[in-house]
């Protein structure tokens, strides 16, 4: 996985966690290695459960592409995208999804689906997992543990 | 059904399929049976194929409510929702969901999950299914039907 992109999902991500939202971010690249969408959750500040990281990232992009079709693109995101999004990468015709961390309670690769149903649902999508070098944990965890103690305190 | 709702639905995809979208409507309800959210297919115009119609009445729907989280509302489309559209309406905690028509190409409840996959991936959503009066296929019927003949001409 290109450094930049990492670098690019890992400071989206950051974003994310100094606006108090869940550290979650999300680039669109197109055929070329160019990022051409990027996002991170805004649900909170927005105001709105559509408004996760993939989803933000595939606007960006269809909006610089003028095109709903972003077919030749792929998208890179932190953690492991839930149902919506991945839904939202298979209609914007995405070719490829890769994410770095699982995420047990609403993950849809891994966490909830199986394989054999990931085929039937998603025949055309290429789904990556590159291990995360633990950057993504540590900033969820610190992310969570600041809930904790804001919510205990 | 409430007459209102299903004469709302079916106006919603009219409004589609007069800007030449597949005609797909949807309405958010909230606990006192006020429509709060009303939204349709976009994704040509708009440019997006997050342009559902389910995700254009959830976002109108919470930016009146201020709020991401629609408990005790429920949402009522004309088609079988996608993935997409099924995982933003478990992502917006809306509680019940009801189609007229099953889509054997993009739906995600009948046509493509089986009941305990459901249940598995959406365990507090109600899912229900009211038989269409047939108005419904026919607008996709003439909308299919026209866009043939475009392109054969």
């Given amino acids: 996985m290109d ?40 649900i909170h500040g927005h105001k709105d459960a559509t408004e996760h990281a993939e989803v933000r990232a595939i606007k960006q992009a269809t909006k610089r592409l003028r095109d709903w079709r972003l077919d030749n693109c792929q998208l890179v995101v932190n953690v492991e995208p839930c149902l919506m999004c991945l839904g939202a990468i298979a209609n914007s015709r995405i070719g490829q999804v890769t994410y770095f961390l699982a995420d047990p309670a609403f993950g849809s690769i891994e966490s909830r689906l199986t394989l054999a149903q990931l085929k039937k649902l998603f025949p055309k999508l290429i789904i990556k997992k590159v291990v995360d070098t633990g950057e993504t944990k540590a900033l969820l965890q610190q992310f969570f543990k600041q809930l904790r103690s804001k919510r205990s305190s």
């Fill in 3 to 42: 450094k930049t992109i990492v670098n690019t999902v890992a400071k989206l991500a950051q974003s994310a966690f100094v606006k108090k939202e869940v550290p979650i971010g999300a680039v669109v690249i197109d055929a070329q290695g160019i990022i051409i969408g990027r996002g991170y959750n805004r």
